[in-house]
T-cell receptor, first 116, second 114 residues
Framework: GAVVSQHPSRVICKSGTSVKIECRSL??????MFWYRQFPKKSLMLMAT?????????EQGVEKDKFLINHASLTLSTLTVTSAHPEDSSFYIC????????????FGPGTRLTVT | DQQVKQNSPSLSVQEGRISILNCDYT??????FLWYKKYPAEGPTFLIS?????DKNEDGRFTVFLNKSAKHLSLHIVPSQPGDSAVYFC?????????????FGEGTQLTVNP
């Protein structure tokens, strides 16, 4: 299989605080992990691509100092939303890719972030 | 610039009939295409994919057709089942040259009525 987990599944935080979301590939090693954001009734928007042991590559318009990504191992990537604001409220989804010419990405269940 | 488009936001079919979901793309550099299924408040689930060197790929009830000249792909589900009701996203990638980044369409909500 190709199982990807995310934690937490749902988080509510106060404006100005930071929130960390974990993404783990449970049964395979992920050479690359991706972080997406989904707005209501919209498509998935890629935020950044992270490779194990190197700095994440951010998409245009995504603030790297606000959305900190760490890909510490082949099975774990974290996204930290720093100094969260209500407009950061969204559904954040990670995905992982095995590598080796396989392009399929396997997605986590997502994290619903609400900033009050 | 929406490089992958799913022009039908919704589709409703009867159980047992065929569901056909369509997707168009504009970037001729895309060389690999994927379909994902998504339930509310869950991450997308990979369904089926196709390389640009093929024009058809079949997996059980799911078949993806690719028409490169028309820059069009479609997902056929037959027979459709109520459990297939979900949002379907098509995605495309330029493969290794893009770091395997996926570009998603807007999604089509499929409803299969019993």
């Amino acid at each position: 299989g190709a199982v990807v987990s995310q934690h937490p599944s749902r988080v509510i935080c106060k404006s100005g605080t930071s929130v960390k979301i974990e993404c783990r590939s449970l049964d395979f090693q992920a050479t690359t992990m991706f972080w997406y954001r989904q707005f209501p009734k919209k498509s998935l928007m890629l935020m950044a691509t992270s490779n194990e042991g190197s700095k994440a590559t951010y998409e245009q318009g995504v603030e790297k100092d606000k959305f900190l990504i760490n890909h510490a191992s082949l099975t774990l990537s974290t996204l930290t939303v720093t100094s969260a604001h209500p407009e950061d409220s969204s559904f954040y989804i990670c995905s992982a890719r095995r590598g080796g010419g396989i392009y399929e990405q396997y997605f986590g269940p997502g994290t619903r972030l609400t900033v009050t | 610039d929406q490089q992958v488009k799913q022009n039908s936001p919704s589709l409703s079919v009867q159980e047992g009939r065929i569901s056909i979901l369509n997707c168009d793309y504009t970037n001729s550099m895309f060389d690999y295409f994927l379909w994902y299924k998504k339930y509310p408040a869950e991450g997308p689930t990979f369904l089926i994919s196709i390389s640009s060197i093929k024009d058809k790929n079949e997996d059980g009830r799911f078949t993806v057709f690719l028409n490169k000249s028309a820059k069009h792909l479609s997902l056929h589900i037959v027979p459709s089942q109520p459990g297939d009701s979900a949002v379907y996203f098509c995605a495309a990638t330029k493969g290794v040259t893009s770091g395997s980044r996926l570009t998603f369409g807007e999604g089509t909500q499929l409803t299969v009525n019993p």
